[in-house]
């Protein structure tokens, strides 16, 4: 993602990235897949698209809201949430045919969205705002968290395998949190840096956060011990994912993408 219309692909390892259709020039904010296949995309002035086709073929969806999407998150084809400016919060239980409103504590502007299972959610935002639900958004309560920076990207990594007990968030002014108890505390990591954090993940024991001005950071041991990486560029980096421990990528600003070479 990146811009007005700007959905890329790439189907041999990183080496080459194709544009793909989308018939809009809203700005694409967020993307998430569920399969190889089938995934949404949202953005601003109520963005929704839907591919069932790996990308090659976007539809729009139905409007919900004129106000800017943030991040969306899928369970499976059908459960689905979005989530974005003002505290909007809507959920779909039909792959995105219609969407039900669900009530925020917050009228702040929402960040990320994740769900460990049919029930259990977290939601981040403008503020230091942490949300959190049991049942499945029918009930949203705010999660204090010690401070007011913008929060960014919520990970729970190793969710798939059963573990719910850690979990990790990055924001504003280099903030880092962690969890130990599935979320009952947030404890704050002390980084090499102040620049705001967009994106964080977890592969074995280490972690890489990006954020503002190109800033890499990474971690030997969950988090416990913070360095900085360098990364050759003073874009925003605004996502990062690996495919394989030698294998990763970092997006960012200006249709920038990085190839981690180690």
Do not use: C
Request: proline share 4%.
């Amino acid at each position: 993602w990146g811009g007005p219309d700007d959905i890329f692909r790439s189907t041999d390892g990183g080496k080459t990235w194709n544009a793909q259709e989308t018939d809009t020039w809203e700005w694409v904010i967020s993307i998430f897949f569920i399969s190889k296949n089938i995934g949404w995309a949202v953005g601003e002035a109520g963005l929704m698209l839907h591919t069932t086709d790996g990308g090659q073929h976007w539809q729009p969806q139905s409007k919900v809201v004129e106000a800017s999407l943030e991040g969306v998150f899928f369970l499976d084809e059908k459960v689905g949430w979005v989530i974005g400016e003002k505290g909007i919060i809507f959920k779909t239980v039909d792959g995105g045919q219609k969407w039900r409103l669900q009530i925020s504590p917050v009228f702040t502007g929402l960040t990320d969205v994740l769900f460990l299972d049919q029930s259990h959610g977290w939601i981040t935002g403008v503020g230091g705002a942490l949300l959190a639900t049991e049942d499945g958004g029918a009930r949203w309560r705010a999660v204090p968290v010690g401070t007011k920076a913008i929060l960014n990207r919520i990970i729970f990594p190793e969710a798939k395998k059963g573990r719910t007990d850690l979990g990790y968030i990055v924001g504003g002014s280099g903030t880092i949190l962690y969890t130990e108890d599935s979320g009952l505390h947030w404890q704050p990591r002390r980084g090499p840096t102040s620049l705001g954090l967009w994106d964080i993940f977890k592969q074995g024991s280490e972690l890489w956060a990006v954020g503002d001005l190109g800033i890499v950071l990474y971690s030997p041991d969950e988090g416990k011990h913070w360095e900085t990486m360098e990364s050759g560029v003073v874009q925003r980096l605004t996502g990062i994912f690996f495919t394989a421990p030698n294998q990763g990528w970092s997006i960012g600003k200006g249709g920038l993408i990085l190839k981690f070479i180690p």
